[in-house]
């Protein structure tokens, strides 16, 4: 089964053939060496209520949402290996 990955850094996709919670690889979009996220972990960053974003959520990469999420304690390490 083909699983999607996502590059933190600017959303850019890969695909493969196993499922870890994330890759680290240089990205054919950015050309950056970086994190790429399972598809469908980055949206457990959505459940950080606007309330307790910083300021600048919106500039944030999807590595840096996922990092407050965590520190936030709305997506524990459980969630990650779902």
Do not use: H, N
Not at 32 to 51: K, S, Y
């Amino acid at each position: 089964m083909t699983k999607e990955y996502v590059c933190a850094a600017c959303g850019a996709t890969t695909a493969r053939g196993y499922t870890v919670p994330m890759l680290v690889r240089t990205c054919e979009g950015c050309e950056e060496w970086g994190q790429f996220i399972r598809a469908g972990l980055l949206e457990l960053a959505d459940r950080v209520p606007d309330g307790d974003r910083p300021d600048d959520w919106g500039s944030l990469s999807g590595e840096e949402r996922m990092q407050v999420a965590i520190e936030q304690g709305y997506v524990s390490i459980s969630d990650l290996r779902a």
